[in-house]
Nanobody, 118 residues
Framework: QVQLVESGGGLVQPGGSLRLSCAAS????????MSWYRQALGKERELVAA????????NYADSVKGRFTISRDNGKNTVYLQMNSLKPEDTAVYYC???????????WGQGTQVTVSS
């Protein structure tokens, strides 16, 4: 019954923007740290951005700092990733993650494809 459903991916030109959404259900959303990961073809899955339970703390991969913004709305059980100034190197499948690391609990969405190409 736990679900993380990503949306908002697609094809965009270099320099463009996309906003990804991840809608959560089946668990107490506000108890979980939320993150976005991505996996490009032939590469390992990497952490893109993370946000704490209340939204008071965020961190980003160096490659996306200043371009991407993670946010969450606990009232809507949704986490977002605003992606600006997109580059071809951002092309990947983007995954939503919910984690309570102390207890070894982690949930994953199915991913959404982001393709940055002219």
């Amino acid at each position: 019954q736990v679900q993380l459903v990503e949306s908002g991916g697609g094809l965009v030109q270099p320099g463009g923007s996309l906003r990804l959404s991840c809608a959560a259900s089946g668990f107490t959303f506000s108890w979980y740290d939320m993150s976005w990961y991505r996996q490009a073809l032939g590469k390992e899955r990497e952490l893109v951005a993370a946000i704490s339970r209340t939204g008071g703390s965020t961190n980003y991969a160096d490659s996306v700092k200043g371009r991407f913004t993670i946010s969450r709305d606990n009232g809507k059980n949704t986490v977002y990733l605003q992606m600006n100034s997109l580059k071809p190197e951002d092309t990947a499948v983007y995954y939503c993650n919910a984690e309570r690391s102390y207890y070894g609990i982690s949930y994953w969405g199915q991913g959404t494809q982001v393709t940055v190409s002219s």
